[in-house]
């Protein structure tokens, strides 16, 4: 590969980061599931499995170990993409956050709608659909329905032990096209702190969240590609569960702003207008998704 391929090669691996991080961003949209409509999902997992092997090296401190399964990243493929995501993050973050604080119900919409076309996306990549697969989305959508009910809202002046945990949970939705990391961290309140943390520069919880990040890419990657690969319908339909029960908080219409119960809306017309948009541009991707993954995935020339 010439210096001019590589370099323009780096720069379109930019590009879908940023691509795959403006998803990321959002709640609903699943950074997998942009990089199968990109074509470079397998890549992307192959990358993500190659490099968890070398940081569970890392941990059991064999340094050698390491290095050698270090060279086995495909390098060239994930730090330009990476690059891509971050300078999406960092330019996203403080235009989601001052939407959050002036038009709480208008996002709220638009979130319930990605949220509820993922549900639909996922279900749609269920290979079989037995009474076992229906009964685990019902008993965890009720499960997770009835807890976030208990839930007093977004998490106020989180420590970073929350962080942490944070970027442990929200990594593994790289893996898992039809559930978005920002989702989980809507779910587990810790969405409109993170975006403070990205917007105000925070560096020592971004810091953290990072290093949590890491950790749940160690311990977790091979899992769920293996859960995956072997349980893939069971997994599918946890998913499926934990999305339908999680759109309690995504409610357009809370009673208060600081809880999880439920009300009437008072205006509901540009927020129902949003759950439709939202919907649409979630199948509209899922769409395209379900072409790119049934053809081959382009592998960049290493000549």
């Known amino acids: ?18 691509v795959m991080g403006a998803a990321d961003v959002v709640p609903g949209v699943s950074g997998g599931t942009v990089a199968l409509v990109l074509g470079i999902y397998q890549r992307l997992i192959d990358t993500i499995r190659s490099g968890a092997r070398a940081l569970g090296r890392l941990a059991r401190a064999d340094l050698r170990g390491a290095l050698s399964r ?14 891509g995501i971050l300078i999406s993050v960092v330019t996203l973050a403080s235009v989601i956050r001052n939407q959050l604080e002036d038009n709480p119900e208008e996002m709220a919409g638009i979130f319930f ?12 990549l269920l290979s079989e659909r037995s009474s076992q697969q229906l009964t685990v989305i019902a008993v965890i959508a009720l499960i997770v329905f009835v807890a976030l009910g208990w839930q007093a809202g977004p998490v106020a002046d989180p420590s970073p032990l929350a962080f ?47 290093i949590g990040a890491v950790i749940g890419l ?4 091979t899992v769920l590609d293996r859960m995956l ?15 339908a029960g ?3 908080v995504l409610w357009p219409w809370p009673d208060g702003t600081d809880t999880a119960n439920l009300a009437s809306p008072t205006d509901p ?14 199948m509209v991707i899922g769409r395209l998704g379900r072409r790119s993954h049934q053809s081959p995935t382009p592998v960049a020339s290493s000549q």
């Open 1 to 18: 590969m010439t210096a001019t391929t590589s370099a323009r090669y780096a720069a379109g691996q930019v590009v879908r980061g940023f």
């Open 70 to 83: 270090a060279r086995d990243v495909d390098w060239a493929f994930i730090v330009p993409l990476v690059v």
């Open 113 to 124: 709608g990605l949220v509820g076309a993922s549900t639909v996306f996922a279900w749609r």
């Open 164 to 210: 942490l945990a944070a970027g442990m949970v929200a990594i593994c939705a790289m893996i898992l096209p039809g559930i978005s990391g920002s989702f989980l961290l809507l779910m587990l309140g810790m969405y409109g702190a993170v975006i403070e943390v990205v917007d105000d520069r925070i560096l020592a919880d971004a810091a953290v969240f990072a």
């Open 218 to 221: 160690a311990l977790f990657s």
């Open 229 to 243: 690969r072997h349980h893939h319908d069971t997994m599918i339909a946890g998913l499926i569960g934990l999305m």
């Open 246 to 248: 999680s759109l309690r």
């Open 269 to 282: 017309l540009i927020p129902v207008l949003l759950v439709v948009a939202g919907f649409v541009v979630v």
